[in-house]
């Protein structure tokens, strides 16, 4: 499984920007989609999951202001991170998170490249 997310970039405190992340290669069977967050000298973070049945979760920062969703169309294996009222501290590199097997009870975590999300304070 390849990820590749894009849609990161500069924008001003309160903006928003809209990251993508597509899925291709083979997957039998796909748990969850999400979307973490490494800040500039963090670890790592979770901020956000879609499971397959549609249930979403997110991080207690970015409630009301991030919206992950999948795509309904043609392309089902892409997902999005809608960011809105952006804030200084959402800034950092932004990693796409796919759990997916190849076969069947054969769970693994599958992660793009990460895209950076800068927001000028």
């Known amino acids: 499984v390849q990820l590749q997310a894009s849609g990161g970039g500069l924008v001003q405190a309160g903006g928003s920007l809209r990251l993508s992340c597509a899925a291709s290669?083979?997957?039998?069977?796909?748990?969850?989609m999400g979307w973490y967050l490494q800040a500039p000298g963090k670890q790592r973070e979770w901020v956000a999951t879609?499971?397959?049945?549609?249930?979403?979760?997110?991080v207690d920062s970015v409630k009301g202001r991030f919206t992950i969703a999948r795509d309904n169309g043609n392309a089902k294996n892409t997902m999005y991170l809608q960011m809105d009222s952006l804030k200084f501290e959402d800034t950092g590199v932004y990693y796409c998170?796919?759990?997916?097997?190849?076969?069947?009870?054969?769970?693994?975590?599958?992660w793009g490249q990460g895209t950076q999300v800068t927001v000028s304070s």
């Open positions: 998170n796919v759990v997916a097997s190849s076969r069947p009870g054969m769970w693994a975590d599958y």
């Open positions: 290669g083979y997957m039998f069977g796909l748990k969850s």
């Open positions: 879609l499971t397959s049945d549609g249930a979403t979760e997110y």
